[in-house]
C-alpha cells in the first residue's frame, strides 16, 4: 500500500508541474511521463545527498510494468466494433502502407545500424537495435512490458534503453513535428491550418473545459446487479485469462516438441550422472524453441484475448453489456500505473555505459521519420499527404494521442480524410507493430539468429508494401475519402 501512495504522489506531482510549467504544456508531456522523470531524479539523486530511501517505498514496482502491460493490451479492442477487413483496406489501405513502411523502417535502420557501424565500433549487441522500434513505434509501455523478455535473453539494459528512447522519441514527435507543421503552413502544403498558439489554455495544461467534459462510460447494468466498472473488469480478466491459457498452450507444445531433451534431463538426475545431466541441460536451455516461447510475452496474447472477446460480444452479446468508454477509462488508467515505476526505476548506469550509439541510432531513427514525411509520404498517399504523415510520425515517435494532437494543428475540424484512414489503419497495424505480435517475435529472434535475418525480414517487408504502392492496383492512385 505504501508504495501505491508513493506512485499516486508522483502522479500528483506530475500533473500538477504539467499544469504549471509552460515547457511541459509546450511538449504536451503526459503527467504519467513526468512524473516518471521525477521519480526517477529523486531515486538517483537522494543517495547523492545521504538521504536512504525506504524498500517500501519502491516495492513491486519493478514487476508493476509487466503486469499492468497485459491489461492495456487486453483492453485494446475491447468496446471496439470491428469492422470488415474490406472497409478497413477501403478506407485505410493507402494510409496502412505507409505505416507499416515506416514501422518496418525503424527495424532496418536501427539493425543495420548495429550490423554496419555500431556493432563493429561499438561491440553493442544485435537486439540493441530494436531499442528504437521497441521504444518510438512501441512507446513506454511496450518498453516497459518487454523488459521480462529482454532480461530472460540475457540483456536487461534493453529495457532501460527502450524506456529512453520512448520518452526522447515522444519530446521530439512534438518538437520536430511542430517545426514540420509551420513548415508545410508556409509552404501550404496544409489542406487547413491552426497556429499551435490557438489552442485555449485548458488544452495544454490537459483540463477539459466544464462545458465540454465527455462522459467517462455508460453504465450498461444495474449496480443491485454487479456494478458495471467491475463488470468491464471482468471482461478484461477475460480477455488476459486467454492470452496466458494461449501462453500455456504454448509452453506446453514446446514441452511436447522436446519432450526427449525433458526426458532425458530427467534420467539424468535419475541416475546422479552429473555430466550427462550438465550435456542434457545444455542443449534443453539452447533449444531455439525453447528460447522463443520462454522470452515470448504474454501481451500481445492478451491482445487476442481480447480480440476474441470483442468478436463474441459482437455477434452474441445482443444486450450490449461493453462499453468503450470504461474499457479505455481501465486502459489508461493502468498505463498511468506501469509508466510511472517504468521511467523511475530506468538503470541510468545502463543508458550512460551506452550514450554514444545510443544518440546516434535515436538520431538516425529520427532522420527516418522526417524522411517518410518530406520524401515518401506526398508520393504514397493519395491526398492531404502531410495531414496523413504528420498524424503517422506522431504515432510512430510517441503514442496515437500524439499523433491526433499534431493532426489537430492542421486539420482542427478533421474536415481531411487522415482521421478517419489513421483510425482504420491502427486496427490492422497495432497486431503487428508497437507492441504487437512482430515486436514480440522480433527480439527473440535476434537474440537468437543474430541480426541478419531479422534485417532481411524487415527490409523484405518495406519492399513489399512499396511494390504494392508503387506498381500493382491495389493500392496506388485509391482515394479512400
Known sequence: MVSFIALCVLLMIGHFLRSKIKILQWLYLPSCVIAGLVGLAVIQLAPKFGVSIPASWTAGWGKLPGVLINVVFACLFLGVEIPSLKKVWRRAGPQLAYGQVVAWGQYVVGIGLVLFLLGPIFGVPMMFGAIVPVGFEGGHGTAGGMGPTFEALGWSEGKDLGLASATIGMASAIIIGMGLVNWAARRKYTVHQAEPSAFPEDDTIGVIPLDQRPIAGKLTVKADAIE???????????????????????????????????????????????????????????????????????????????????????????????????????????????????????????????????????????????????????????????????????????????????????????????????????????????????????????????????????????????ILTFFTPVIRNRNNS
Open 228 to 466: 458495471t466498472f467491475t463488470l468491464h473488469l471482468v471482461f478484461v480478466g477475460v480477455a488476459v485469462a486467454i492470452g496466458y491459457l494461449i501462453k500455456w498452450g504454448m509452453t506446453s507444445g514446446e514441452q511436447f516438441v522436446n519432450s526427449d531433451m525433458i526426458q532425458a534431463i530427467s534420467a539424468a538426475k535419475k541416475t546422479a550422472d552429473a555430466e550427462a545431466l550438465a550435456l542434457a541441460q545444455k542443449a534443453y536451455q539452447g533449444n531455439s524453441l525453447r528460447i522463443i516461447t520462454k522470452s515470448f510475452p504474454t501481451f500481445p496474447l492478451c491482445m487476442i484475448g481480447g480480440l476474441l472477446v470483442q468478436i463474441w460480444e459482437q455477434k452474441w452479446d445482443k444486450k450490449k453489456l461493453l462499453d468503450l468508454g470504461l474499457t479505455r477509462r481501465i486502459q489508461n488508467t493502468s498505463l498511468d500505473f506501469l509508466v510511472v515505476p517504468a521511467i523511475a526505476m530506468i538503470c541510468i548506469q545502463a543508458v550512460v555505459a551506452s550514450w554514444q550509439p545510443f544518440c546516434i541510432i535515436i538520431g538516425m531513427a529520427i532522420l527516418w521519420n522526417v524522411f517518410c514525411v518530406l520524401i515518401l509520404s506526398r508520393r504514397m498517399l493519395p491526398d492531404a499527404w502531410f495531414e496523413r504523415s504528420i498524424a503517422e510520425m506522431g504515432q510512430s515517435m510517441g503514442v496515437t494521442s500524439t499523433g491526433l494532437l499534431l493532426l489537430r494543428v492542421v486539420d482542427p475540424d478533421y474536415k481531411t480524410p487522415a482521421a478517419n484512414a489513421f483510425a482504420y489503419k491502427q486496427i490492422l497495424h497495432e497486431p503487428f507493430m508497437g507492441g504487437g505480435l512482430w515486436t514480440s517475435t522480433a527480439i527473440p529472434l535476434l537474440a537468437l539468429y543474430g541480426g541478419w535475418p531479422v534485417f532481411l525480414i524487415a527490409c523484405g517487408a518495406v519492399a513489399f508494401w512499396l
